[in-house]
């Protein structure tokens, strides 16, 4: 109650107090305005809800949001020729944990509750996080074992532990000198030191001749709009202003991949976000550079259609 200063004033004050202290404000209808809903009580800002909009219409818009806000499950991955999914499952049960199969990836669990980072499995390397959607990315690559396989943005070294541990040897190539040694302690945790060598590089110029990998990987710096179950404040952190910026990035790094892999080999792009400027245009303007690339498939996930990360991802084969 505010009684000092005059009392015209300490009436209004009085006033606006009540106000704030009554009824809770009407959120919009998300089915009559599903861009005020979104931008209000969802909490997306204005351009990502535009851009959503814009590729899935209101009603899956809607649904987007409500699974960006949604508490997110976690998911282990099975580290392969250290455990199954079914190993790992059945040790899940002993422990007297909930988990699932996912439906999206072979080789990950869901697990309802508990701390992972408390569990045998992860401590010991045969089983890491990992999103559903990420898992598909190492296997994606193609590799056979024994190939060489250029990451060449690889902290902090999720998908480079999977490509060795599936039996790639790895040249994992890092900027930042933090995220480097997330690499080289993933690989030691994993097992896989011996086929996993890290690097602090700039990917767009990686210690590589020309042709000399079986296959890359750019799993590029982007918005990671598809992340923000796992990461809420990541919707803050890149505004449309940034978008111009990481595309180029995007682009140099995939050519430098494509510059690096053999004639036959694959290069794997995949960025884990849905604008259509750092995935369909970036692969379009891509294939518009270089008459040496070919595409294969391309894959957009959604955390509402599909309960894991918004990851897209892109094979491209080097024809010569
Ligand atoms: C999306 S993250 C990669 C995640 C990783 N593939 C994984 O599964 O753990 C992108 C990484 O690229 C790194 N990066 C950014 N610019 C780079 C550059 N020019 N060269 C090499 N790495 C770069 C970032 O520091 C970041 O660690």
Redesign the pocket.
Known sequence: MARAGHRGQARYVNAVLRRLAGAPPAWPDPERDPVGWATTRGSHPAWIVEDALARLGPQQLVALVEADNARPEVSLRATPGRTTRDELLAELAEAGLAARPSPLSPDCVTLERGDPGALAAVREGRAVV?DAA?AL?APAVGASPGDLVA????????????LAALGARVLA????RR?AR??AD?ASRLGVADRLHTVV????RPPLRPGQADAA?V????T?LGSLRRRPEARWRHGPDDVAGLVE?QL??VEAAADAVRPGGTVLY???TWTTAETEEVVAELLRRRDDLRLDETRQLWPHRNGADGMFLAQLFKVR
Request: charged share 20%; hydrophobic share 40%.
């Open positions: 990992q990420s990315i990451d060449l943005a690889a902290g902090p070294g999720g998908k480079a532990g999977h190539v890092e900027r930042n995220r997330l690499v993933t590089a700039d990917g767009r990987l799993d590029a710096p982007c990671n990035l140099a790094l995949s960025v884990c």
